[in-house]
């Protein structure tokens, strides 16, 4: 799907460029930033399958992907909106914040509040859905603090690092249209 161009007001989130890829060759490798995300852990890809992964996204039917880029100019990371399921109205998101010296500075609580308005107010979803590891203090702070409630807790549910790891699960109303 055509991701639209959405701003807020520190970041321009946008659809993926070619020229992203080469960042996404260092997230994926960087442990720190991998630390929470659900294995297998992206495997080193050179250009060209990256390329192939910018064009598999904007043909996917179900979701948009999107960088988050400053609008003092770094790229510093991506979000998207999955499993739009227009019949129940509904979708799940994930971000990524790649550029570390963007991190604690409020990025995601600004972009997931864009990202959620955009699903709500212009698709007409009515749940969006997030999960996280349960060690990933962080995420869920954004999560709470943007409107979201913990609605579940899938134990052991994903391996980590060797370690059996909790899964919580997390859900948003759209407060105008529960139908
Ligand atoms: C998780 C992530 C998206 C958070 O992005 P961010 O832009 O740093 O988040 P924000 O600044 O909007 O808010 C983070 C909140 O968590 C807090 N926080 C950040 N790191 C923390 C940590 N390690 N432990 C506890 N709290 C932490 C911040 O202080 C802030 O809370 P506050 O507003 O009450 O002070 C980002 O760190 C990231 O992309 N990490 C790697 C990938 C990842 O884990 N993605 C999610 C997979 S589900």
Redesign the pocket.
Known sequence: MNAPTIRTERFIIRPFKDADAKLWQSWDVDP???????EPINEPQDIAEQHEYIKECEEEEDGYYWSIEAKTGPTI?TVALTDINEHHKLAEI?????D?D???????????TAVINFAFYELGVVRIS????AG???????LE?VGFIQDGEFLSARVKNGQRVDVNHYGILNPRKQQ
């Not at 720190?32 to 659900?38: D, F, G, K, L, S």
């Not at 994930?94 to 790649?98: K, N, R």
């Not at 997030?130 to 590891?133: C, K, N, P």
């Not at 990933?136 to 954004?142: E, G, L, M, R």
Request: no cysteine.
């Open positions: 720190e930033i991998q630390a929470h995300t659900p990371g994930a971000i990524l914040i790649g570390k963007y991190w604690g500075k409020g990025v995601a609580t600004e972009v997931v997030a999960e996280t590891e990933n203090i962080a995420v869920s702070k954004v603090k």
